[in-house]
């Protein structure tokens, strides 16, 4: 009697092996290349993932964040929270509304932005945990 795979480890192998076909997990090296990743990674957020599909996002995630880090963080300088959020939306090339759907407030975004609020313990968190960023960044 011929053996069968289990169907989630199956699931897994397929999903991942599929997404590494539309985009392989290797360093990104160029401005075209991380664009093309951003959008892959877009794609699935928010998805409901099986397991393979999940740890290929995360190490998508990672490769990107290592681009951005490498390439689009300003090294060394004395940024301001607001200055900090500006360029994270810049290099990810997020608007208001992008960041506002991660911390659960559009208009604190924008208050915040303009100088007329601070942000919550809650949204620096969410920023951080998004981000990969030390939430000092935003104090």
Same mark, same amino acid.
């Given at each position: 009697?011929?053996?069968?795979? *289990? ?19 290797? *360093? ?7 664009e ?94 998004r ?9």
């Amino acid at each position: 009697m011929p053996t069968k795979s *289990p169907p989630r480890r199956r699931a897994k192998a397929d999903s991942y092996a599929g997404l590494v076909r539309r985009f392989p997990l290797r *360093p990104i090296r160029d401005d075209a290349e991380h664009e093309r990743a951003v959008e892959v990674v877009g794609g699935l957020i928010g998805r409901k993932l099986d397991q393979g599909a999940s740890d290929y996002l995360d190490t998508l995630v990672l490769l990107v964040n290592k681009y951005e880090d490498e390439r689009h963080t300003p090294g060394g300088l004395d940024l301001s929270p607001r200055d900090a959020l500006r360029a994270i939306m810049a290099a990810n090339n997020l608007t208001q509304a992008d960041v506002g759907n991660v911390i659960g407030s559009e208009s604190a975004v924008s208050m915040f932005l303009s100088g007329r609020r601070a942000l919550s313990k809650s949204h620096i968190r969410k920023l951080a945990e998004r981000f990969r960023v030390d939430a000092g960044l935003f104090l």
